[in-house]
């Protein structure tokens, strides 16, 4: 491939990337209900990565329950469920890392003993934990029916979507009257604590543009 | 410029830019005071623009409180205070608009009359409503010495990193505790409410792979 062809295609890829991230910051300023917006996650995932199956998995009562699909069955959105210690999910929840299995991921031999599950079926295997001020909430998964090596962008893709959908799920329990009447400036610098770089001798706003 | 200088600079900015927006999602996760997370902002789009400040107000009493800036003044920090209806950034958060001015910001005639405020000082001026959930909590700034015509690129950064720093904002509220004990899947599926997409027929999770 020329250098140019090259260069096209990974200026291609990374432009795609920002515009995924760019679509998700979206979805935490617009009034649309979390399970839209999960679905439209996993969308936007599973076209990026060409993946074949896009799942979100969130924590409930230490069980992952089953919460977007990119190609949901009738029936198991909100339905099924994985033990924390099932699979290649429940690893990544407790362990709260990033995995990444590029082929024969059933036969894992971590995890080969849970065969009723769909991320059996498939070769290739990404998960990262959804996190939520450091914890996990729970679990996004991207699989391929064949091989698939995983690259840079798309662990870091994950990764980074991993920690949105956290976010989104804290963002959603705030009440949007509740965000106006709070006063944001007191979460930065608490009464009676000053600012880091403050000094007793507060100057005029003009002085900051030296 | 030959073609493949011009996709390698188109590429290194993107890539920059998709490294900022990974940065500020780590931000989210980890577990640093407001005003750390604040600055670490303000630093990374700074550099990011080349702008010669770039500084957060977040909105109290009805006020714009300066939080965060690249380059702080001693004792400006939580100290200097706007109000609505004054200079560009007050247009900005009555508006919830992002505005754009490449010179001459300083002889806008909608904002002439506001002569000791920073912003003043500055050729090139962009800016972006802070948002959370819909709503306006604050205002970024991106000042320029000299005129400075602002790319698309950068008009996208300012005005998603508007909306992760509102995210921030909310999260920083959330405790961690309560994030662990919060039941996540209540709400993408509030009881009584069906998910969209199930039908009365629960299926066996193997059935999703199809």
């Known amino acids: 491939m020329s250098r140019v062809k090259e260069l096209e295609a990974r200026l291609e890829s990374t432009e795609t ?6 679509k998700i910051s979206r979805f935490m300023v617009r009034d649309l209900s979390l399970q839209e917006v999960l679905q439209g996650i996993v969308s936007l995932v599973g076209e990026y990565t060409k993946g074949d199956s896009c799942l979100v998995y969130l924590i409930d ?3 992952l329950v089953l919460c977007a ?5 009738p029936g198991t959105l909100g339905k099924v469920r994985l033990r924390m210690n099932e699979g290649l999910t429940g690893w990544v929840a407790r362990e709260r890392r990033l995995l990444a ?3 024969e991921a059933y036969n894992d031999p ?3 003993r849970f065969s009723d599950l769909p991320e059996d079926n498939y070769h290739a295997f990404l998960s990262a934990p ?3 001020r450091g914890r996990v909430v729970g679990v996004i ?6 091989t698939h090596q995983h690259t840079g962008s798309e662990l870091e893709l994950l990764q980074t979507v991993g ?3 956290g976010s989104l799920l804290i963002l959603a329990r705030m009440d949007a009257s509740a965000i106006e009447a709070a006063n944001h400036v007191e979460l930065v610098f608490p009464p009676g604590k000053p600012a880091a770089t403050a000094s007793a001798e507060p100057e005029f706003a003009t002085s900051f543009d030296d």
Chains 1, 2 share one sequence.
């Not at 990337?17 to 760019?22: A, D, I």
């Not at 699909?69 to 069955?73: D, G, H, Q, V």
């Open 110 to 112: 971590r995890f080969k």
């Open 101 to 103: 299995i590029s082929r």
């Open 69 to 73: 699909s990119n190609s949901p069955s």
């Open 130 to 132: 959804i996190l939520a």
């Open 17 to 22: 990337l920002l515009r995924l991230f760019q």
């Open 141 to 146: 998964n991207v699989q391929h029916r064949q």
């Open 61 to 63: 009562n230490n069980e």
């Open 163 to 165: 920690e949105q959908v």
